[in-house]
């Protein structure tokens, strides 16, 4: 099952999660290291990153390592994207209003 990268990142945990794996890779042991919750919880969240395709597994000898797949991270990104620039325009229109304001008073 596919979830969705939002529900992902919904969670406090999964984005502590994400930020030590953009770092470098990290088994699921050494990532719980971080946490006051069970492996089971880690493995859980681990489970739900993966399935948003957040996550790519690599294998080392008996080890699985997690690492950060940056290019889902761009859907996010590009998604936050439209918000910046309203956010743009409004911070725009004040510095206009507050210039016009400004040689008012002049």
Request: charged residues 30%.
């Amino acid at each position: 099952m596919r979830r969705d990268i939002f529900q992902a990142i919904a969670d406090p945990t999964r984005r502590a999660i994400l930020v030590l794996v953009a770092v470098h890779a990290m088994t699921p042991n050494a990532i719980a290291e971080h946490f006051d919750i069970t492996r089971q919880s880690i493995s859980k969240h681990l489970r739900i990153l993966n399935e948003c395709d957040l996550l790519t597994q690599k294998q080392d000898g008996r080890e699985i390592y997690y690492e950060l797949k940056i290019d889902k991270m761009k859907e996010i990104d590009n998604w936050l994207e439209q918000f910046r620039k309203i956010m743009e325009q409004q911070f725009q229109q004040l510095d206009e209003v507050l210039l016009i304001l400004k040689n008012k008073e002049k």
